[in-house]
């Protein structure tokens, strides 16, 4: 067990819905990470949070958004939902991230994912 | 930008063998963390071992060693004396200054009893 939770586990839905996906990170985290495993894109980065604002944006599509909230618990928006969205999205967590630019280790530990199926 | 290259879809040992997976990657970066994930069925992310490029040392974990050649821009892993509970996929990831974990497309890895 990680200590990142998310949910749901499973959520089945149909094209054009939004969804909302949550995650907690582990007590103490700061920096919250989302990514999405997909069969064609393989896992890809999404968007990551630290201490509530938005760090870095990776290959998230503009029906898509995310926050992170003061109790540092954060959820991924997706909307207008189509075929190819169907995915596993996981969340992680890390610590303080180092400063910008300068790379430092942050072990980034991973939820158990939500998987999305939209039908 | 980084780029992580898994050329092997499919890989497969015999139980107490051992196996090597491979990995290339690619970075602008001069400060850079490499990593293998391991991926049972049941979709858990797991770290199994990372190697910081600074350091020239090769990382271990238990039966898990990696052969990192900076200059070649190659990171591969080696299992030894695998076991049954090592059958999943391997995710090679590599993380620069922007933090954002970037992943190759996975080996899945079979083990044979």
């Known amino acids: 067990d990680s200590g990142v939770t998310q949910t749901p586990k499973h959520l089945i839905t149909a094209t054009g819905q939004r969804v909302t996906l949550r995650c907690s990170p582990r007590s103490g985290d700061l920096s919250v990470y989302w990514y999405q495993q997909s069969l064609d894109q393989g896992l890809q980065f999404l968007i990551q949070?630290?201490?509530?604002?938005?760090?870095a944006k990776g290959n998230i599509l503009e029906r898509f958004s995310a926050q992170q909230f003061p109790d540092l618990h954060s959820e991924l928006n997706l909307s207008s939902l189509e075929l190819g969205d169907s995915a596993l999205y996981f969340c992680?967590?890390?610590?303080?991230?180092?400063?910008?630019?300068?790379?430092?280790?942050?072990?980034?530990?991973f939820g158990p994912g939500t998987r999305l199926t939209v039908l | 930008a980084q780029t992580v290259t898994q050329s092997q879809p499919e890989m497969s040992v015999q139980e107490a063998e051992t196996v090597t997976l491979s990995c290339t990657y690619d970075t602008s970066e001069s400060d850079y963390y490499l990593f293998w994930y391991k991926q049972p069925p049941s979709r858990q992310m797991i770290l199994v071992i990372r190697?910081?490029?600074?350091?020239?040392q090769n990382a271990t974990e238990n039966r898990f060693s990696v052969n990192f050649q900076k200059a070649a821009k190659s990171f591969s892993l080696k299992i030894s004396d695998s076991q049954l509970g090592d059958a999943a996929m391997y995710f090679c990831a590599s993380q620069g200054g922007s933090e954002k974990l970037v992943f190759g497309k996975g080996t899945k890895l079979t083990v044979n009893p």
């Open positions: 992680a967590s890390s610590a303080n991230p180092g400063l910008a630019g300068y790379s430092s280790y942050n072990e980034q530990f």
């Open positions: 949070y630290y201490n509530g604002e938005e760090r």
């Open positions: 190697q910081e490029a600074y350091k020239q």
